[in-house]
C-alpha cells in the first residue's frame, strides 16, 4: 500500500494481496484520517459482499471468486467511540461481465487496487441504533 497525497486527496495503490478494508483502515490511521469519503476500482478476489436483512437486523454475506473486477468501491470513513470506523459497499464484476454488489465484509486486491480517499475537517460519531439494527450517524 502507497499513498499520495495531492490537492488534499489521497490516492492509494494497494497491492496484490492486500486486504481492502485492513489496509484503508491502516491507512486512515497512519494518516489521522477520522472523516472522509472513499471510492476506489481496481480487481480482487475473493470478495465477500452482503445485505443487512431489517427484519432479522443481521448481516447475510456471500463470498465470490475467479477473476473480477472491483468496477466500484465507494464508502466512508466516521468513527465509532472515537475509533476509525470504515462503511464500504462494492460492485464486483465477473467474467461473464455480471456484477455483484453489496456491503463489503472483505475483498483482497487480485492485481492492483486505485483508491481515493477526500478527507474532511471534523468527525462524525457513529452510534448502534437498536430500534433499525445497525450503527448510524449521529449528526446532533
Ligand atoms: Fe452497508
Not at 109 to 127: C, K
Request: aromatic share 6%; net charge negative; glycine share 10%.
Amino acid at each position: 500500500m502507497v499513498g499520495k497525497k495531492i490537492d488534499g486527496k489521497w490516492y492509494i495503490r494497494l497491492q496484490k494481496g492486500e486486504e481492502i478494508i485492513s489496509s484503508l483502515l491502516d491507512f486512515c490511521k497512519q494518516n489521522q484520517i477520522y472523516l472522509g469519503t472513499i471510492s476506489g476500482i481496481g480487481a480482487c478476489s475473493p470478495a465477500t459482499l452482503g445485505i443487512f436483512l431489517t427484519k432479522e437486523k443481521k448481516y447475510i454475506s456471500k463470498t465470490f471468486t475467479g477473476d473480477m473486477e472491483l468496477t466500484s468501491l465507494l464508502g466512508n470513513v466516521t468513527t465509532m467511540n472515537g475509533n476509525i470506523y470504515l462503511h464500504l459497499h462494492a460492485t464486483v464484476g465477473d467474467e461473464s461481465l455480471n456484477t455483484h454488489s453489496g456491503h463489503l465484509s472483505a475483498a483482497t486486491i487480485s492485481a492492483t487496487g486505485e483508491m481515493v480517499i477526500d478527507p474532511s475537517n471534523g468527525t462524525i460519531e457513529r452510534e448502534k441504533n437498536e430500534e433499525i439494527g445497525i450503527n448510524i450517524w449521529n449528526l446532533l
